[in-house]
C-alpha cells in the first residue's frame, strides 16, 4: 500500500506559479505519476504524465506552463504551474499506477486546492 499526499496548493493571481508536491509513502520509482484536476461541476481530468523513465506527456491547455517531474530516491513527484489562469482553478490530485502480471496497482492522494483569482 502507497500512501500520497499533495501539497502545495493555494490561492495566486492570474500570471502567478505554485509548485505542487506529492510525497509517497513507499518507494514509487517504478510507477507511472499522473497529476489530475478537478474543476467545480466537472470530471476529473489529466493534467500531466510522467512514466518512471521520464518521458512526459501534458494535456493541451497546460502545455508550456507546467512541468512535471519526479524525485525517485525522495520518493517525490512535482508539478510546476507557471503563467496560471483562472481556468486552472481546481482540486489537484497525484496520481501513482503501475501495471504487472499479477494486478494493476492505483494509488490517489486527497487532493489540494489551486485557486487562481484576482
Known amino acids: 500500500q502507497v500512501l500520497l499526499v499533495e501539497s502545495g496548493g493555494g490561492l495566486v493571481q492570474p500570471g502567478g506559479a505554485l509548485r505542487l508536491s506529492c510525497a509517497s509513502s513507499?518507494?514509487?520509482?517504478?510507477?507511472?505519476l499522473g497529476w489530475y484536476r478537478q474543476a467545480p461541476g466537472k470530471q476529473r481530468e489529466l493534467v500531466a504524465l510522467?512514466?518512471?523513465?521520464?518521458?512526459?506527456n501534458y494535456a493541451d491547455s497546460v502545455k508550456g506552463r507546467f512541468a512535471i517531474s519526479r524525485d525517485n530516491a525522495k520518493n517525490t513527484g512535482l508539478l510546476q504551474m507557471n503563467s496560471l489562469k483562472p481556468e486552472d482553478t481546481g482540486v489537484y490530485y497525484c496520481?501513482?499506477?503501475?501495471?504487472?502480471?499479477?494486478?494493476?496497482?492505483?494509488?490517489w492522494g486527497r487532493g489540494t486546492q489551486v485557486t487562481v483569482s484576482s
Open positions: 513507499g518507494s514509487i520509482f517504478s510507477f507511472r
Open positions: 496520481n501513482a499506477h503501475q501495471t504487472t502480471i499479477e494486478r494493476v496497482y492505483d494509488y
Open positions: 510522467i512514466t518512471s523513465a521520464g518521458t512526459t
